[in-house]
């Protein structure tokens, strides 16, 4: 940052004499370089530097602290809303007005003290104007440092944290569920997540771009078979690590963009990782072993550091408006500072009990059973994993499973994950019971992963090296299927009745007989789909008269 004296030197003789008035200094310079050299080197008097800061009122003691506690600079819209306005004004008006006498805000008491500047500096989206205090005075003010890990917000009473949402490793099997279906070309994927608390569910849309993050995907989106192999065959704590390290720094995932709610527009972009740097810097205040409550934290952001994924400050140029409007009515874009909870402020509660949890970072805790979460506090495997290590205490994935005489599959979430990813390809996905999933071997299936180039045979093997037992009949059952197809099944079909066997004879010599299908009987036979009013017309035209019956 500039120096007293580089700082100094961005105004006239006239602005200095106003600061020295200010400060109590006889200031008799008669030129610009002299009059800077002698203003600096007073104002740099620790004593006199106190003593000033001391006697200033309470809010510009408040926006002097803010300074040293963000290194001695805040962006300038920041501190423009929070602390008021300089008005721009030349000397010759100035000199006329003297706004320093009645300043109207508290930028204003500092900026004619020359005790802050304004100047640019380079930032992730381009040059941005700041105010900061000259380099040379922050030691002279070291006294009035706020603790820069000063926790936001406050602890929860212990009703907010009565009833408590750990996290778990959940992930991982939702992790596998996507990668087997992507695989298979399903839809519908999120019916077979687990259920997670607050309002915000894991989305396979989440997942898919965490997965193609983590180097599992590849070009059009299908699991890449040597990544993925190694992914699913990996300790759970190595890939809940690796997903963790993955979501930290991809730039594909926005989190504001998959908010649920917010819809946004136009060509203008947001920095997901810059918003998610400074959410895992705020938690770094956080202490340890400690519930805190969540709508405090996300308020003592709104009041320190509301721009922290806007770094201009720019409330008006993000066109992002609400979900569920009708294409007839005016679209409500929540521009502005005043729209901030509805933006930033959810983004916050989305990362907290969304990302944060499911990926074990965070528990949450709520006033009650079924209520919306009101603490969080870092989990025990929070320290590891961020710090793209494995946190210890998962457990292992040493389960058999379970297979049964009717062709149903049970695996629980402690089979491996690389059994369950194979053993869904083969099967029509039934549901999530609990922790246990639930599959079944149909014709459909097995004929699907054939036309995949699965084999029958590598089913047999992995059942006979997974399940606990595999009874007789099942692997009978799937032999035969392997030699001959589907030997059973079971159809609706339209069946004609007839009173005597002469008039199917003749209804097979008609021109009807390329409507009918196998026989049942003397006198019944099955009709082709579609065809039962064509097939009575015949009969009409023979003399016989009959009706459908639904």
């Known amino acids: 940052m500039p120096d007293l004296a580089q700082s100094l030197g961005r105004y006239d003789l006239g602005y200095l004499q106003i600061a020295a008035e200010l400060w109590g200094i006889e200031f008799t310079a008669s030129e610009l370089n002299q009059g800077i050299e002698i203003l600096a080197s007073i104002m740099l008097d620790e004593q006199l530097t106190r003593e000033i800061i001391a006697s ?3 809010e510009a003691q408040t926006a002097i602290a803010d300074l040293l506690n963000n290194d001695g600079r805040l962006a300038w819209s920041f501190f423009k809303r929070r602390y008021g306005e300089v008005r721009e004004m030349g000397s010759g008006r100035r000199d006329r007005a003297r706004p320093y006498l009645e300043p109207i805000s508290t930028a204003e008491v500092l900026f004619y003290r020359a005790l802050i500047g304004r100047t640019f500096y380079d930032t992730p989206s381009g040059p941005e104007e700041f105010a900061y205090i000259p380099d040379d005075l922050l030691p002279l003010l070291e006294a009035g440092r706020v603790k820069r890990d000063q926790p936001l917000g406050r602890a929860a009473r212990p009703a907010e944290h009565d009833h408590i949402l750990p996290i778990s490793d959940h992930i991982l099997a939702d992790a596998c569920t996507t990668l087997a279906g992507l695989r298979m070309g399903l839809a519908g994927i999120e019916a077979h997540f687990f259920p997670y608390p607050g309002k915000y569910p894991l989305t396979d849309n989440f997942l898919k771009v965490l997965l193609d993050t983590a180097g599992l995907l590849d070009e ?10 190694l992914f699913l065959e990996s300790g759970r704590g190595q890939a809940l690590a690796q997903l963790v390290s993955s979501w930290r720094k991809s730039k594909q995932l926005n989190e504001l963009a998959l908010l649920p709610g917010l819809i946004l527009e136009g060509e203008w972009r947001n920095d997901p990782l810059l918003a998610r740097g400074a959410i895992l810097q ?17 308020d003592t952001i709104r009041q320190n550091y509301p721009d922290f994924q806007r770094p201009a400050g720019d409330y008006d140029s993000w066109f992002i408006r609400k979900a569920g409007q009708n294409d007839t009515e005016e679209p409500e874009y929540l521009r502005g500072f005043e729209n901030w909870d509805q933006v930033e402020g959810d983004l916050l509660r989305f990362m907290i009990t969304g990302p944060l949890h499911w990926l074990g970072i965070l528990d949450l805790a709520t006033a009650g059973e079924g209520q919306p979460p009101t603490a969080f506090r870092n989990s025990r495997w929070a320290e590891a994993l961020l710090q793209g290590e494995p946190p210890e205490g998962l457990s292992p994935e040493d389960e058999k499973l379970l297979a049964r005489s009717d062709a149903r599959l049970v695996l629980s979430v402690r089979v491996p994950r690389s059994v369950r990813y194979q053993i869904a390809r083969f099967s029509e996905w039934d549901k999530l019971d609990r922790e246990s999933y639930h599959y079944r071997l149909t014709p459909p299936a097995l004929n699907r992963a054939s036309e995949s180039g699965l084999l029958t045979s590598h089913l047999l093997t992995l059942l006979r090296n997974q399940a606990e037992a595999v009874p007789p009949s099942l692997i009978t059952a799937l032999e035969r299927w392997d030699q001959h197809g589907r030997q059973a099944r079971i159809e609706k079909v339209q069946v004609l009745r007839l009173t005597t066997p002469e008039i199917l004879e003749a209804l097979r010599a008609s021109r009807a007989a390329r409507f009918l299908g196998d026989p049942l009987g003397p006198t019944t036979v099955i009709v082709k789909s579609g065809a039962q009013e064509k097939v009575l017309a015949v009969l009409s035209e023979m003399g016989y008269l009959g009706e459908i019956i639904d």
């Open 56 to 58: 200033l009122p309470m």
């Open 220 to 229: 059009s989106g299908v699991p890449s078979p040597e990544p993925t192999r």
């Open 282 to 298: 705020f938690l770094q205040s956080i202490p340890d072993n400690t519930w805190w409550n969540i709508d405090t934290f996300i």
